[in-house]
C-alpha cells in the first residue's frame, strides 16, 4: 500500500473515540499562533487537511479558508463535516501536496499539520509578510515503542524530518525561521485504546509494509504495556516539532 492509497482507507483523523488523556510539555501551540497572526481579511490555506477535523474546530472565522487533500476520501468525509457544523467560508478540495495548483502570492498563512510539504511552493503561494505555521511528527516519537518493536515511522533515518523541514524552509527563502520541538506525554485509558491509536496509524509501519490492514504483534505490545502503565495509563512519549517562517 503507498500512502495515499493507506489515507483513502482511513476516511478520516478522528480519535474522538479513544480514551486518553496528555500533558504537553512545552508551551508551543499551533491553533493559538494561527488565531494570533490572522484577523477577519486574513486568507487561509491548510495542507493535507484529512476529513477537516481541526480547520472546522480550531480555524478562526476569516475572509477566506481553503483546504486540501490528496486523498478524495478524505476531502468527501471533510465536506461532510462541513455541512455537519454549519460553517460557511471553508472550501475542500482535493491537491497533492507537492503539485499545488493554488495561486502565487495569494496566502497570508498557510497551515500544514502532520503531512509532507514542499516549502518552495507554500513560499510561492504566501503573499510576502506571509507567514508559514507547521507541526510535525518527529523521527523520536512514540520511540520506546518503536525500540521495543524494532520499526516504525521514521525508524530508520538518518536525518530527523524536523532537520530536513527546517532546512528546506530556510532553503526556499523563508526569514525568521523557528524550529521548536514539541513534547506530550500521551496516556491511553487501555490496551485497547493504545490498539486503536496504532490500528489507524503509520507509527509502527511504514507505509509500504501495509498489506491490507495493520497488523500489531500482541506479545510485544503487551510487553510495552507491561513496561509503561503507569497510575495515569499507559504511556505514551510523543516527540513533534513545530516550524515557524515568514516569507
Ligand atoms: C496525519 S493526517 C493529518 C490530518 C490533519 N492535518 C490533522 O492534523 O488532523 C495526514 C493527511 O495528509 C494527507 N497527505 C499526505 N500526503 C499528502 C500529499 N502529498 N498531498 C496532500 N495531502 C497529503 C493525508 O491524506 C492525510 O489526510
Redesign the pocket.
Known sequence: MN?LEF?EKVKN?EFSMINYTKECLTDWDLYKLLELNANKDSILLD????GG??VIRYFPDCKEILA????KE?INTARENLRKSGRKNIEFRQ????NMNTPNNYFDIVVA????TDAQQIYNTLKTGGKLLLRGVDKLDCWSLKMIFGKGQAFDDTKPISLVDYENIIKAGFKHVELVPIHVREYYKTKDDLLALLLKTPILVDFSEIEDNIIIDNDILDKYIKENTTEKGILLIRRYYGITAIK
Open positions: 500512502e489515507y483523523w495542507l493535507g487537511t484529512g477535523e481541526k486540501t487533500d490528496f486523498s478524505m491537491m497533492d501536496n507537492l499539520r502532520h503531512t509532507c
